[in-house]
């Protein structure tokens, strides 16, 4: 069985950064592998809209809009999908998501959900 989890949500000051995490946790595994991570927000009101995304061999993408100032990566290590996101803005203000397509010997490759965490932007 397959957990997905965010933190690292939370209000934040306009201008500051912020560090989400999207760890991937499993029971009764002897082998994880995150394929890819990708991150989604939703703000009230709007469409759910794609943040970054990240391979397991390191590619990334990022819509025009946050490319300049996000990074994502994966620790593999830990299992975490990490996204970084600099000069935070009221409109980045969303319930932040993680997607994460997971390998395991007893299930193979699957498409999980976290339950969101929620970033709220101060001006």
């Known amino acids: 069985q397959v957990h997905v989890v965010e933190s690292g949500g939370g209000l934040v000051q306009a201008g500051k950064s912020l560090r989400l995490s999207c760890q991937v946790s499993v029971v009764s595994e002897t082998r994880v592998i995150i394929n890819v991570g990708t991150w989604y927000r939703q703000a009230p009101g709007k469409q759910r809209e794609s943040v970054a995304s990240?391979?397991?061999?390191?590619?990334?993408s990022y819509p025009d809009a946050l490319k300049d100032r996000s990074r994502i990566s994966i620790d593999k290590d830990k299992n975490t999908v990490i996204l970084e996101i600099d000069s935070l803005k009221p409109e980045d203000t969303a319930v932040y998501s993680c997607?994460?397509?997971?390998?395991?010997?007893?299930?193979?490759?699957?498409?999980?959900w976290g339950q969101g965490t929620q970033v709220t932007v101060s001006s």
């Open positions: 990240v391979t397991s061999r390191g590619s990334t």
């Open positions: 997607n994460v397509n997971v390998w395991t010997p007893s299930s193979g490759s699957n498409y999980y």
